[in-house]
């Protein structure tokens, strides 16, 4: 028997009208299945498209913006939701985490009146019922002295510590599933540390599923279990996060991780990808990244490959074999030479 | 000669203390790195070696010569770009939205200049090359680049004055994965080439550790630990260092705290 995915979005894709008539491609044949209680890290550098998923997940595009293909929550069709079961969903079915938590945030309302407003609106509870409530989500968040944050307004606290409210307010809602969008990028590395720490342990005791979306794919990987890579508006490669570092096959996530120096090591020279990434629309008819792959042919420039499975993963690249067999050969000559 | 020495600086905001007796060295050449959390006092001591803050007490000398004062006149203000230039996280700001990189560049070589029209010339196409820029960018302004391509232009026109240290504060932080692995290439090289001495200021790790010889470690604005760059990361000797390391995620990172 399978269960229901929590969240299924199939041949999903997202449009842009332009001032002039035409329209431009933000997100293509996007394939993705979550299961309850899984995390699944979303990488992909500036204009990948990876906020516009989640914009497209929440159905909240810009006006100009629209979306294809289906995108099922606990098997209901999102896309449509009438405007009750759609506020539901937002209320109750998703959380939402940004990257910059001040610019989601009223400035002028204390913590304590931010954190309540949907308990007190949505279920009803009382002023004190809501603010006991939300000083225990604090605790909870590893803020102390909850009682007097809830008395402080935000810019007296600072940006990781407002990152804690924004995910204390997001677990008040009690959501199934968490979209974190960048959710630590405008951090310090050690409070990063600290509030992907919370949002690991709280999903795991509240079995919530969570979209992780984040540049770094160090990060996506010892915070996800699978990660899916993303290029020009499309997955280009998906697999667990434990096999990604040694069996990683599209050129593009091999080339995503010689990029990022090592912190144990110096690399003699970064193996830089040429070029720089471009969003879907300026994509040409062929693979998105055969620009700046060294393996291209006038093959891979014409014919969009499709996503296949290859090596325990699905991978986007019409000559994932052959490069395979070529890095193995080496590896396997490298070792014999040794 | 060593290129940077600073002494005993100190930088005082009314009463607080961004800047608390900091010391170090960097070689002819060198290249040392600075880490530590954010407000911890990095970008103030940039400031301070760049002339753009003066610092409350304590030296610093670029080349032997002390710039703890203030210049005196333009001919020290221009020894002074000449002798050290820096690059800011966001091109964006500090470059004249109007200009090409090209006359951005040639400014520059004009002001510090000596040089005839054709040897300017020769000199903006050695730059502009230098840093990998095409033709097509090079005559482009500002908005119209990508933020790596900025990026290229804001190195090229601090290299035009013939610096001998460049400060880079966060120089790289804001790039794209796969465009920030070219520019630190980039760094690498020019390094190599022109026996430039770095102060490079990061929150990341295993950027300085690619890119500098040392490592300073601050934390509110006090120099916690400071030395060989792979020494200092790999057996951190102070419990913060060890805190910075332990936060960087690598494969395996236990994220349970
Ligand atoms: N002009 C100023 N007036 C008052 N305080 C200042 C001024 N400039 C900096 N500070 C304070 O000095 C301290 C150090 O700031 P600095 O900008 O050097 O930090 P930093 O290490 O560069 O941080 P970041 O990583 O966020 O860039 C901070 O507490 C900051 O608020
Ligand atoms: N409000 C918007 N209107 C039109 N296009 C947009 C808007 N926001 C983003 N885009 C475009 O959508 C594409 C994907 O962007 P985004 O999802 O923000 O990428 P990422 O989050 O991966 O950096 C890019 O081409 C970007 O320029
Ligand atoms: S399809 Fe061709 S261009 Fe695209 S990633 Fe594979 S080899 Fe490179
Ligand atoms: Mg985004
Ligand atoms: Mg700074």
Redesign the interface.
């Known amino acids: 028997m399978t269960t229901v995915p929590l969240l299924e979005l199939s041949s999903l894709t997202v449009d842009f009208a332009t001032e002039d008539g035409g329209s431009r491609t933000l997100l293509a044949d996007l394939d993705l299945t979550l299961a309850p209680g899984e995390a699944l890290g979303l990488v992909g550098e500036s204009g990948s498209g990876k906020s516009m998923t989640v914009r497209a997940i929440t159905r909240l595009l810009p006006p100009a913006a629209s979306a294809g293909g289906a995108i099922r929550f606990e098997g209901r069709d999102v896309t449509t939701m009438d405007a009750a079961a759609l506020r539901a969903y937002r209320d109750g079915g998703v959380g939402l985490v940004f990257q910059d938590p001040r610019a989601h945030i009223n400035p002028t309302r204390r913590i304590g009146a931010f954190l309540t407003e949907a308990l007190r609106h949505n279920r009803g509870l009382g002023k004190r019922e809501a603010l006991a409530r939300a000083e225990a989500v604090l605790a909870e968040v590893g803020i102390d002295e909850p009682a007097r944050r809830l008395r402080q307004y935000p810019h007296e606290v600072s940006g990781g510590m407002l990152q804690r409210v924004m995910i204390a307010s997001v677990l008040l809602a009690e959501p199934r599933l968490i979209l974190a969008d960048e959710p630590t990028t405008a951090l310090d590395v050690t409070i990063q540390r600290e509030v992907v720490a919370i949002l690991d342990r709280m999903r795991r005791e509240r079995g919530m599923g969570m979209v992780f979306i984040t540049h770094d794919l160090d990060l996506a990987l010892a915070v996800c279990g699978r990660v899916a890579v993303m290029y020009a508006g499309r997955i280009v490669e998906i697999r667990s996060a434990r096999s990604l570092h040694e069996r990683a096959a599209h050129p593009y996530t091999l080339g995503l991780l010689g990029s990022r120096p090592a912190i144990d090591a110096r690399a003699q020279r970064l193996t830089a990808i040429p070029g720089r990434p471009v969003s879907a629309f300026e994509a040409g008819g062929g693979c998105a990244f055969a620009p700046r792959c060294a393996f291209a042919t006038p093959t891979c420039e014409n014919e969009p490959p499709p996503l296949v499975p290859f090596d325990g993963g699905l991978v986007r690249c019409a000559r994932v074999e052959e490069i395979h067999a070529a890095r193995t050969n080496t590896w396997t000559s490298k070792e014999a030479a040794e | 000669m060593n290129a940077v020495e600073v002494r005993s600086l100190n930088k005082f905001f009314k009463a607080h203390h961004a800047v608390a007796d900091v010391g170090f060295d960097i070689p002819a050449g060198g290249s040392l790195g600075i880490v530590g959390?954010?407000g911890s006092g990095k970008t103030t001591i940039a400031r301070m070696l760049v002339g753009l803050e003066c610092p409350t007490s304590g030296s610093i000398a670029v080349l032997g010569r002390d710039r703890s004062r203030p210049a005196r006149g333009s001919t020290e203000r221009n020894t002074r770009a000449q002798e050290l230039q820096i690059v800011f996280q966001d091109p964006y700001t500090s470059l004249d939205p109007q200009q090409s990189a090209r006359s951005a560049i040639d400014e520059v070589l004009r002001h510090h200049g000596g040089r005839s029209a054709a040897e300017r010339a020769a000199r903006l196409d050695e730059l502009v090359d230098q840093v990998g820029l095409t033709l097509r960018q090079s005559v482009a302004r500002p908005r119209d680049l990508?933020g790596?391509?900025r990026q290229r232009v804001a190195i090229a026109r601090a290299l035009a004055t013939g610096p001998r240290v460049l400060v880079l504060d966060e120089a790289v932080s804001a790039l794209?994965?796969?465009?920030?692995?070219?520019i630190?290439?980039l760094l690498?090289d020019i390094r190599a080439d022109t026996g430039l001495a770095y102060l490079l200021i990061s929150?990341d790790?295993?950027?300085v550790?690619?890119l500098c010889d040392t490592v300073l470690v601050l934390r509110r604005g006090r120099v916690v630990e400071q030395g060989d760059c792979?020494q200092v990361?790999?057996n951190p000797a102070e419990e913060y260092t060890r805190?910075?390391?332990?936060?960087?995620?690598?494969?395996g990172?236990r994220?349970?705290?």
Request: no cysteine; charged share 15%.
């Open positions: 959390e954010s990508s790596g391509q794209d994965v796969s465009i920030q692995a070219q630190l290439n690498a929150h790790l295993a950027v550790r690619q792979g990361l790999d805190a910075l390391r332990a936060a960087v995620p690598v494969q990172w994220i349970a705290v």
